[in-house]
């Protein structure tokens, strides 16, 4: 089997994962985030995501994902503590974290990324700057009728 054969059964096996995991715990909102990050890492030529456990990939992906939405944050709504992302996928924190930080380095992922998390949290971390020099953060913006 060929390098292009094994990621795209990486990318199946992983798909299917992620489908299982977001059918039990995440809204439909969020499951498509991780299905766009996982899609977009799929993509990446010069990234290899056939070494490692599926598992590993799988817990990674909804893990950006929930950092990025603040579900470690007990008050959020759809709080989702890291224990049970590891536990559906039988996966440890420790290696689930820094394959999370990798994917959030390789990718420039940076709290508030457009598309893969709430548009609100977004616009609340992204800012503009006015043809006069004000700087506002988009969501002000919007609330100000400027965008």
Not at 42 to 50: E, F, S
Request: charge should be positive.
């Amino acid at each position: 089997m060929d390098q292009k054969e094994k990621k795209q059964r990486r990318i199946q096996e992983v798909r299917s994962l992620l489908d299982q995991f977001s059918k039990q715990h995440l809204s439909p909102q969020l499951s498509q985030y991780v299905f766009e990050l996982w899609e977009q890492i799929g993509r990446k030529r010069n990234y290899i995501i056939t070494g490692g456990k599926k598992e590993v990939w799988a817990s990674a992906v909804v893990y950006v994902i929930a950092r990025l939405n603040f579900l470690f944050d007990k008050d959020n709504s759809s709080f989702l503590p890291p224990d049970t992302i590891c536990k559906f996928f039988d996966t440890k924190k420790t290696t689930v974290s820094a394959r999370a930080s990798d994917i959030e380095k390789v990718f420039k992922i940076r709290m508030g990324h457009e598309g893969l998390c709430n548009p609100e949290i977004s616009d609340s971390l992204s800012f503009v700057r006015l043809p006069n020099g004000l700087v506002l953060s988009k969501k002000m913006a919007k609330e100000m009728g400027i965008l």
